[in-house]
């Protein structure tokens, strides 16, 4: 396989193939993101892509799941997106499962019908970085798209049935905005109703404009107590009418929590309140990673 950069994939994909359809991000301005700096922004050649699907076959034979990377494939036009699921599945016609990033405006530039047809055509779940659901924190870490246009983004997916995998990330608020963070995130859970949420804790890297207020001191990071009070406040605020696959369980964070909303949702708050009553069940800072 012939990669370029280094390759990032969501912690479920660790055990797919990963096809690189685009090199770096397009947007790549988060303020928290260290991610693909490495890089500049293109689209691969269709038949490099291919070649590489080709090569993946020769050298594994059977693939049940495939990633498409780098940062957002979604961003291709349908009909290279369709070409490239039509390819994809007759290499691997045993594939259960095609998944890739996309941004919330990469969905909002197809229309119903298009996003149907790749569904139809093999794509499985999309993954999205909501990261906040708070305006100003949006605004703060330059995230590129709005509240809503998160929400209709996830939305618009599950109603073509592509599932959607939405991430959000404990303390990006600050101790500023730690409520805000904390509850606006969870209305937006219960306005989009995705497939899934995966709650990440911030863990600043360096050369980002994030590391340099918290040095700088315009940015005070929240304890870990802190970032428990504020997943109870997002918990507290997710009210989803079908079922939502919920996992805080990533390396960053302080205390894994799984379950599915809206079943488990007095079980994991519970959990919290006695995390919060006890700080030994916490993971010490020495073992948190990316």
């Known amino acids: 396989m012939r990669y370029e950069g280094t390759i990032y994939r969501p912690p479920s994909e660790a055990r797919s193939l990963i096809i690189q359809v685009t090199i770096g991000c397009s947007h790549n301005k988060c303020t928290f993101c260290s991610m693909y700096k490495d890089k500049t922004f293109r689209v691969r050649d269709f038949e490099d892509v291919l070649d590489d699907l080709k090569m993946?076959?020769?050298a594994y034979g059977r693939v049940d799941r495939i990633f498409y990377a780098d940062g957002d494939a979604l961003c291709l036009s349908n009909e290279k997106l369709l070409k490239l699921l039509s390819e994809t599945k007759r290499i691997f016609p045993e594939v259960k499962r095609i998944t890739s990033y996309g941004?919330?405006?990469?969905?909002l530039r197809k229309t119903d019908e298009e996003l149907k047809a790749l569904q139809k055509a093999g794509l499985d779940m999309v993954y999205i970085g909501a990261e906040s659901g708070d305006e100003e924190?949006?605004?703060?870490?330059?995230k590129g798209a709005t509240r809503d246009e998160i929400i209709e983004g996830v939305r618009r997916l599950e109603k073509a049935l592509i599932k959607t995998s939405v991430t959000f990330i404990s303390g990006l608020g600050g101790k500023k905005n730690f409520k805000e963070h904390g509850i606006n995130s969870g209305t937006m859970i219960s306005q989009m109703e995705p497939s899934y949420v995966g709650l990440l804790t911030l863990m600043v890297e360096r050369n980002t404009p994030l590391y340099e207020d918290v040095k700088e001191g315009t940015f005070k990071l929240l304890s870990p107590l802190e970032v428990m009070e504020e997943t109870l406040l997002l918990l507290e605020n997710i009210n989803v009418s079908k079922k939502c696959v919920f996992r805080?369980?990533?390396a960053s964070n302080y205390f894994s929590l799984r379950g599915d909303l809206p079943?488990?949702?007095?079980?994991m708050m519970n959990e919290i309140k006695e995390v919060i009553k006890s700080e030994g069940m916490l993971k010490d800072e020495r073992f948190r990673m990316l």
Do not use: F, G, M, T
Not at 137 to 142: H, M, T, V
Not at 263 to 267: A, G, H, I, L
């Open 263 to 267: 079943q488990d949702k007095d079980r």
């Open 137 to 142: 924190i949006l605004k703060a870490i330059n």
């Open 56 to 58: 993946a076959k020769e």
């Open 248 to 250: 805080s369980n990533h």
């Open 103 to 107: 941004s919330p405006l990469d969905v």
